[in-house]
Each structure stands twice: as structure tokens, then as C-alpha cells.
Nanobody
Framework: EVQLVQSGGGMVQAGGSLRLACAAS????????IGWFRQAPGKEREVVYY????????YVARSVRGRITLSEANAKNTLYLEIDRLKPYASAVYSC?????????????????????WGQGTQVSVLS
């Protein structure tokens, strides 16, 4: 059984930083595209970051470019997403995702439909 368990998040003052973790079991991150998404109330889910070793593509959303750090603890099969100098508009539920939901269909890595497995989501609230 594949599970992605997220931790981190919470409330932070604008200008501060936050680190989110995504721990996987039953799947290896290195075998699939990895995505981080966020969804604010009343808005569609949007991609924050993705990377894929199969085609070498990596994308960082313009809204976080220059303020984001991605890292991985291979031994723990855990991903970390850190965003610095947070803005109030960054308040959202952040989710990690991995896997290929439709192996025979070409779906952009930035599209949520691409991913088979999702973390439970973590609320990030940036206080102005």
C-alpha cells in the first residue's frame, strides 16, 4: 500500500519561512514524477513545483521562484519543501503527489490528474 504522510505547516507571519515534509511508504520518489501543489479557498489547485527524472523536467511556479528549497532524505524516502519570505496569498492547503495515475496517457507534470498518490494535505496560513 502506498502512503504519503505530510507534516509541517501551520501559521507563520508574512516574511517568515515554512518547511513541509512528505514521507512515502510503498513507493520510491526516484521512480516517478514528484509534485507539490497548493489550493487556496475558492481557487483551483495549482502546481508549486514538480520534477521528473524520466524526462529531466523541473518546474518552479513563478510565485515562489527564488524563495523555494527542495530537498530529499533518501534514507527516509522523505521530501522537504521550504518556502522563504512567505506572502499572505500563499495561505493554502499544500499537498505532495507522486506516481502516474494514467500510465498510457501523456499528462503534463503540472496537472494534478497526472498523479496517483497524494499526501493528506497540510494547511499553511500566512498572517499579515
Amino acid at each position: 500500500e502506498v502512503q504519503l504522510v505530510q507534516s509541517g505547516g501551520g501559521m507563520v507571519q508574512a516574511g517568515g519561512s515554512l518547511r513541509l515534509a512528505c514521507a512515502a511508504s510503498g513507493v520510491l520518489f526516484e521512480d516517478y514524477a514528484i509534485g507539490w501543489f497548493r489550493q487556496a479557498p475558492g481557487k483551483e489547485r495549482e502546481v508549486v513545483y514538480y520534477t521528473s527524472t524520466s524526462d529531466g523536467n523541473t518546474y518552479v511556479a513563478r510565485s515562489v521562484r527564488g524563495r523555494i528549497t527542495l530537498s530529499e532524505a533518501n534514507a527516509k524516502n522523505t521530501l522537504y519543501l521550504e518556502i522563504d519570505r512567505l506572502k499572505p496569498y500563499a495561505s493554502a492547503v499544500y499537498s505532495c503527489a507522486v506516481g502516474k495515475a494514467h500510465p498510457d496517457v501523456m499528462i503534463p507534470h503540472g496537472c494534478p490528474r497526472e498523479y496517483a498518490y497524494w499526501g493528506q494535505g497540510t494547511q499553511v496560513s500566512v498572517l499579515s
